[in-house]
T-cell receptor
Framework: DTGVSQNPRHKITKRGQNVTFRCDPISEHNRLYWYRQTLGQGPEFLTYFQNEAQLEKSRLLSDRFSAERPKGSFSTLEIQRTEQGDSAMYLC????????????????FGSGTRLTVV | AQSVTQLDSQVPVFEEAPVELRCNYSSSVSVYLFWYVQYPNQGLQLLLKYLSGSTLVKGINGFEAEFNKSQTSFHLRKPSVHISDTAEYFCAVSGRGNKLVFGAGTILRVKS
């Protein structure tokens, strides 16, 4: 397994267009997280899945944002009617269930998708 | 709810000098603590983590951190830095397997 994979790496879109990002987690990880990082800030939590269930959504996730994880494998994050304020790095991370043992527990991040809305 | 404060936004240091990046957290529950490094236009790479046990945690690239429960701190240290350590460092806290909450980051600038 080569880690968490995110596609595309970069996306430039015009304001008002819809965009979709994909994340492929580490195969044995059952948890998947989406974060957003703007310039000069730490990553901010958006949402997370345990298997296919979306267990928590941040208030940052407006109704223009939707995330799915069908079959508990890869995940997609869609932004509808993009705005310039959506420009950011979108990071995906996966982790194992901490009940599997503290020695193996940890988050692995992908390289991110940088979105620029023009 | 958890929060993280990284006390320095930038830390300049000369090559081969020691460095400490400070991190304080607040939480009402037991936590896991992490340090990540981010190079420009890249994702986050885990440096080290504290889950339980020994309060001194050793990580990759010669970094270590000490968990101090009474002071709610998890400062990152390296005895001798290299130019290649120039990057942004993030401290993060997790409440037993849930989402990570990050600090605002500290930019480490290593000068020759």
């Amino acid at each position: 397994d080569t880690g968490v994979s995110q596609n595309p790496r970069h996306k430039i879109t015009k304001r008002g267009q819809n965009v979709t990002f994909r994340c492929d987690p580490i195969s044995e990880h059952n948890r998947l997280y989406w974060y957003r990082q703007t310039l000069g800030q730490g990553p901010e939590f958006l949402t997370y899945f345990q298997n296919e269930a979306q267990l928590e959504k941040s208030r940052l996730l407006s109704d223009r944002f939707s995330a799915e994880r069908p079959k508990g494998s890869f995940s997609t994050l869609e932004i509808q009617r993009t705005e310039q304020g959506d420009s950011a790095m979108y990071l995906c991370a996966s982790s194992s269930d901490p009940g599997q043992g503290a020695s193996v527990y940890g988050y692995t991040f992908g390289s991110g998708t940088r979105l620029t809305v023009v | 709810a958890q929060s993280v404060t990284q006390l320095d936004s930038q830390v300049p240091v000369f090559e081969e000098a020691p460095v400490e990046l400070r991190c304080n957290y607040s939480s009402s529950v037991s936590v896991y603590l992490f340090w990540y490094v981010q190079y420009p236009n890249q994702g986050l790479q885990l440096l080290l983590k504290y889950l339980s046990g020994s309060t001194l945690v050793k990580g990759i690239n010669g970094f270590e951190a000490e968990f101090n429960k009474s002071q709610t701190s998890f400062h990152l240290r390296k005895p001798s830095v290299h130019i290649s350590d120039t990057a942004e460092y993030f401290c993060a806290v997790s409440g037993r397997g849930n989402k990570l909450v990050f600090g605002a980051g500290t930019i480490l600038r290593v000068k020759s």
